[in-house]
């Protein structure tokens, strides 16, 4: 067995999932469709630019990404989201 300091954590959010708040830190939890689940301390501030990352870019096209370390079972330390939009498939070059 190898031993690590941690496992790093990248999880898909839904971001239809996410709610505004006005708290100074939000816990969020999360679970697998197999029943694994974790939870994760995100601030506020870092919260609430994620929503309005979402908001300008639409919830239907973002990509939400929760971040994080996990050293101890279900507890992900460090915590942050990343929102990005999809990716749309570039038109296939047109071939003369």
Do not use: C, F, N, W
Not at 13 to 23: E, F, I, N, S, Y
Not at 85 to 94: L, M, N, R, W
Request: hydrophobic share 50%.
């Amino acid at each position: 067995m190898l031993s690590v300091k941690s496992l790093k954590i990248a999880a898909v959010l839904d971001p239809a999932q996410l709610m505004p708040t006005d708290a100074k830190s939000v816990t969020l939890k999360v679970t697998t469709p197999e029943g694994a689940t974790a939870s994760a301390v995100v601030s506020g501030k870092s919260y609430r630019r994620a929503l309005a990352a979402i908001a300008a870019i639409g919830v239907d096209q973002a990509v939400v990404v929760l971040q994080g370390a996990m050293k101890k079972p279900g507890e992900i330390e460090g915590a942050g989201l990343a929102v990005t939009a999809k990716k749309t498939p570039e038109p296939a070059p047109v071939v003369a």
